[in-house]
């Protein structure tokens, strides 16, 4: 069993940024993919980025490409969510999730095992 904690939510200007970080607990957190989602208010979830075991391979929609850098630190068992020039159409719920398989540019939530309780983004115009 995996468990996941995100953090570093918030509300922001736009423009502004953000540094989300999901800690998973468990020894295997280096084998897994790890992704971000996010939900906004009356919306489907919808993928943000995924990122290999390595750190290698990265995967982004098309709305957060070259705002947004997901990374992670295997020795923390972290991974991160770095959020730059924020819109306010970025405002949701943010979920990091773990897939214990190997990297397929994993982009459907239902491909994921595990999932954190989410954090907030807030941006104000």
């Known amino acids: 069993q995996v468990q996941l904690v995100e953090s570093g939510g918030g509300l922001v200007q736009a423009g502004g940024s953000l540094r989300l970080s999901c800690a998973a607990s468990?020894?295997?957190?280096?084998?897994?993919?790890m992704g971000w989602f996010r939900q906004a208010p009356g919306k489907e979830r919808e993928f943000v980025a995924v990122i290999s075991w390595s750190g290698s391979m990265t995967l982004y929609t098309g709305s957060v490409k070259g705002r947004f850098t997901i990374s992670r630190d295997n020795a923390k068992n972290t991974v991160y969510l770095q959020m730059n020039s924020l819109k306010p159409e970025d405002t949701a719920v943010y979920y990091c999730?773990?897939?214990?398989?190997?990297?397929?540019?994993?982009?459907?939530?239902?491909?994921?095992?595990?999932w954190g309780q989410g954090t907030q983004v807030t941006v104000s115009s």
């Open positions: 999730a773990a897939d214990r398989a190997r990297w397929s540019a994993q982009v459907n939530g239902y491909e994921y095992d595990y």
């Open positions: 468990g020894r295997t957190f280096s084998s897994y993919t």
